[in-house]
C-alpha cells in the first residue's frame, strides 16, 4: 500500500507530542488529582474546537450518537483513567513501555476478528513483548509500584477498542467535528467522577508550570492529537497506525529521563529491548 505525506505527518506528530504526554501528565497529577486533570484537558480541548467549528451547521445523526459516546468512554473517559491513575503511581519510563504493547494486542483482534488464527511470528512476538513487559512490571523503582503499572494495562485495552470504533465514522463527518463531540463527550462524561474527587480530595493549588501542562495536554495533545490521529487512521488502516504506537514508548522513556530525572535500570533497558523487539517481530510482514 503507498502511504501518502499527510497521513504519516498526522501519525509521527501524535507519536511525539504523545511519548512527551506521560512525563507531562506523571509531572501534573503530583498537583492535580488524576480525574480532574483529564476533566480539564478534555474541556479545554473541547473549547479549542467548538471555536474552530462554531460556524459549521453539522448535525450529528441519532443513530451515531452511540458511536461518538462509545469513542469517548473508550478514548478519553475510561482511557485516561487509567492512565492518569497509573502514571500518579508508576514512572513515565513504566507506563509509556507498557503502551508499547498495543500493537501486539491489535494484531490478535484483528486476527480474531477476521476468524483466523495468528501467524507464528505473531505469537512469538506476542510472547517476547510479554516477556519484555514482566522485567518491567513491578520492578521496585522509584516511583514505580506494580498497582501503576496494571492500571497501564487497562489504558491499553481501551486504546485497542477506540482504535477500532473511529472508523465507524470515518468518512461521514469532518474530522474536527468528529474530535470536537467525542472531546465533549469526553469530558463531560469524566466530570461527575472529577468533581467527587475534588469533594474528597484537598483542593489542588497548582502553580504556573502545572497550568501550563494542562494547556499542553489540552490543546497539542488532545484537539490536535486526536484530531491528527482520526484523519491518519482512515488513511493508514488499524494495524499500521497502532504499528506506528511502538515509538511512543521510546519518546516516553527519553522524556521521562530528561525531563523528570527517572532512572535508566538494566531491568528498563533488558525489558524495553524486548518489547521493541517482540512488536516488531509480531508486525514482520
Known amino acids: 500500500m503507498k502511504l501518502s505525506i499527510p497521513p504519516i505527518f498526522y501519525a509521527l506528530f501524535c507519536i511525539l507530542v504523545w511519548g512527551l504526554s506521560f512525563a507531562v501528565t506523571r509531572s501534573a497529577v503530583q498537583q492535580i488529582p488524576p480525574l480532574t486533570l483529564a476533566s480539564l484537558r478534555f474541556f479545554l480541548a473541547a473549547g479549542l474546537l467548538w471555536l474552530f467549528t462554531r460556524q459549521r451547521r453539522i448535525n450529528l445523526q441519532a443513530e451515531d450518537r452511540k458511536w461518538i ?5 473508550c478514548g478519553i473517559t475510561f482511557y485516561f483513567t487509567f492512565e492518569n491513575i497509573g502514571l500518579k503511581l508508576t514512572t513515565a519510563s513504566h507506563g509509556s513501555l507498557i503502551v508499547a504493547t498495543i500493537p501486539v494486542g491489535t494484531e490478535l483482534v484483528v486476527a480474531w476478528r477476521e476468524g483466523r488464527w495468528p501467524r507464528p511470528v505473531v505469537w512469538l512476538g506476542t510472547a517476547m513483548a510479554l516477556n519484555g513487559v514482566a522485567w518491567v512490571v513491578g520492578r521496585k523503582e522509584a516511583g514505580a509500584t506494580i498497582t501503576g503499572d496494571l492500571l497501564m494495562f487497562g489504558a491499553v485495552g481501551c486504546w485497542i477498542a477506540y482504535t477500532f470504533l473511529v472508523q465507524r465514522l470515518a468518512g461521514r463527518y469532518p474530522n474536527l467535528m468528529i474530535t470536537r463531540w467525542i472531546m465533549l463527550a469526553g ?25 501550563g501542562q494542562v494547556a ?17 487512521i482512515p488513511a493508514l488502516g488499524p494495524t499500521v497506525i497502532n504499528s506506528l504506537i511502538y515509538f ?24 524495553g529491548a524486548l518489547i521493541f523487539g517482540g512488536v516488531l517481530l509480531a508486525r514482520r510482514n
Do not use: H, K
Open 187 to 211: 469530558a463531560v462524561s469524566l466530570l461527575p467522577a472529577a468533581v467527587l474527587e475534588m469533594l474528597l480530595l484537598p483542593l489542588p493549588q497548582p502553580g504556573p508550570a502545572a497550568w
Open 69 to 73: 459516546w462509545a469513542m469517548a468512554l
Open 248 to 271: 511512543i514508548p521510546l519518546v516516553g522513556v527519553i522524556g521521562g529521563i530528561v525531563l523528570l530525572d527517572e532512572p535508566v535500570t538494566p531491568a528498563l533497558f533488558f525489558g
Open 216 to 232: 499542553f495536554l489540552g490543546v497539542v495533545c488532545s484537539a490536535m492529537g486526536y484530531d491528527f490521529w482520526n484523519r491518519a
